[in-house]
């Protein structure tokens, strides 16, 4: 189908981007792209986190962007953790292959599946917040399922299947840039949530969707 084809496509053009780059320059990425990720998170996600972690809930991010940028994001955003596509590397460089689950589509709802199993959430009583049709797997594994700001084939299945629709004031997908040296560059924009429960606690994903990836070399 057309989000298999779409999910193919994203992931050979992320495996292309990578492919040669040293662990180094990766890591030099997710550092200096990071200030401007966090400046970059709506006030509403921001006040949505504050709520969740106020009430003892764990927060978590999960994206189809490299594990050097979601990973620190998280930290820096106070989270439990970040769940991000982990490249194979062989001799400090990344061979342009997978090591692990590609998280995007149905790759992303595997990944919320497992931690969801490991750390006991049920995910009946979680909630899901999205602005993509691409998270259509992670949407309907949940018992909450809210559309933000959605594209258009989202927004027609949240009104089919009478999801909640939350428009922010601007649009959410606002891209970063970054460049270092003329050598790397990434594009993301905040773009959906996953909240669980597990024994009167919350858990809370934020997914950081990679727009763009180059590395020049």
């Known amino acids: 189908g057309d ?3 779409a999910s193919d496509e994203t992931k050979a053009e992320f495996l292309s981007r990578i492919e040669g780059a040293s662990v180094d320059a990766l890591d030099a990425l997710g550092t200096g792209v990071l200030p401007r990720l ?4 709506r006030p509403e996600s921001k006040k949505l986190l504050k709520m969740h972690k106020e009430a003892g809930r764990d927060t978590w991010i999960v994206s189809a962007s490299p594990t050097v ?5 998280a930290v820096s955003l106070g989270m439990t953790g970040g769940l991000g596509t982990r490249g194979e590397v062989v001799d400090g460089h990344y061979t342009g292959k997978l090591d692990g689950p590609f998280m995007y589509g149905t790759g992303k709802a595997v990944a919320i599946e497992k931690i969801a199993s490991d750390r ?3 995910l009946e009583r ?5 602005d993509s049709i691409s ?3 992670m949407m309907e594994l949940v018992g909450h399922p809210v559309a933000v700001n959605p594209d258009g084939a989202l927004d027609r299945i949240a009104h089919e299947r009478g999801w909640p629709v939350v428009i922010f004031a ?3 997908k606002r891209a970063v840039a970054f460049s270092s040296a003329g050598a790397l560059s990434v594009g993301a924009a905040v773009g959906a949530y996953f909240l ?6 919350s858990a809370t994903l934020i997914e950081v969707a990679t727009r763009r990836l180059a590395l020049r070399r």
Do not use: N
């Open 135 to 137: 998270d259509l797997p």
């Open 69 to 73: 940028v979601v990973e620190p994001l």
């Open 3 to 5: 989000q298999g084809e």
């Open 196 to 201: 669980g429960r597990k024994h009167g606690r």
């Open 126 to 130: 979680c909630y899901a917040y999205s």
């Open 170 to 172: 601007r649009k959410t």
């Open 38 to 41: 966090v400046s970059q998170v």
């Open 120 to 122: 006991g959430y049920d």
